[in-house]
Nanobody
């Protein structure tokens, strides 16, 4: 059974920081491409950051320079360090695990709420 479990969300003031974690089980984490998405109320889900199985990263323009995605294959865990948070970052953040080609899959976590407010 595949599980992606996000943690680390919460309420933070503008300018603050949070670190999200995504613990994976039931997949071969080291060969999975991973990503963080977010969905704000009334908006479509959007891509925040990606990290490939080879640890190549990519970011949405809105978070470049503020967020850092990383992974620890020994712990089957992905992270999102979020600094200089803004109210516009308020959303439910979702973990995604994907593999293309033979044996392809696309799994989602249940999400963790991040609220940036004073």
């Amino acid at each position: 059974q595949v599980q992606l479990v996000e943690s680390g969300g919460g309420l933070v003031q503008p300018g603050g920081s949070l670190r999200l974690s995504c613990a994976a089980s039931g997949i071969i984490f080291s060969i999975s491409d991973m990503a963080w998405y977010r969905q704000a109320p009334g908006k479509q889900r959007e891509l925040v950051a990606t990290i490939t199985s080879r640890s190549s990263t990519n970011y949405a323009d809105s978070v470049k320079g503020r967020f850092t995605i990383s992974r620890d294959n020994a712990k089957n865990t992905m992270y999102l360090q979020m600094n200089s948070l803004k109210p516009a970052d308020t959303a439910v953040y979702y973990c995604n695990a994907r593999r293309y080609g033979f044996g392809a899959y696309n799994y989602w976590g249940q999400g963790t709420q991040v609220t940036v407010s004073s």
